[in-house]
């Protein structure tokens, strides 16, 4: 007789459990890799995306004056290739912490030889040259209202105030 017994003496209904539960690991295994790799194929997609989207990004360099363009000290700014003029204005203010309205200020091409104003619509796109890879070098000016009066803004920066108190000491 065998009473439900096989010859280890296992039940043949904790035998039949143990291959169900087998079975359901085997499955939630199958199903665990499966989402892996469906999570891997869609980051690799974004991945995609985010680079198009920064192959649609140009680094433009932004000089303050031309003392600054001789001694090569930039702001980078980073601006969609379609970009409009003001768009990179609001962009330059921005990297030069500068809280004031942007239909004061232009920009303009940094040459070496002459310096040219850029239309109001012109997309960065346009200064792009295909001989150059080299990201553009702009100019960014304040536009005066009345050219006979002027007026000087000061900006806080770090004041070495031990330096001057030892010399009046």
Do not use: C, H, W
């Not at 619509?121 to 150059?132: D, G, K, N």
């Amino acid at each position: 007789m065998n009473n439900g017994k096989d010859s280890s003496g296992e039940s043949t209904s904790s035998k039949e459990r143990k291959r169900r539960k087998e079975r359901d690991r085997e499955e939630r295994e199958s199903e665990r890799k499966e989402r892996d790799s469906q999570q891997k194929e869609e980051r690799r997609s974004k991945d995609k995306d985010e680079d198009e989207q920064d192959s649609d990004a140009e680094i433009v360099k932004v000089f303050d004056g031309n003392s600054s363009m001789r001694r090569k000290v930039f702001r980078t700014i980073t601006v969609n290739r379609n970009a409009a003029t003001k768009e990179v204005v609001e962009a330059a203010l921005r990297s030069f912490y500068i809280k004031d309205d942007p239909g004061n200020y232009y920009i303009t091409e940094a040459l070496e030889s002459e310096e040219r104003p850029l239309d109001v619509f012109t997309p960065i796109s346009a200064l792009l040259t295909e001989t150059s890879r080299e990201s553009p070098s702009l100019f960014l000016r304040y536009r005066d209202k009345d050219p006979n009066k002027g007026f000087i803004k000061v900006y806080p920066g770090n004041l070495k105030y031990d330096l001057i108190r030892n010399k009046s000491a």
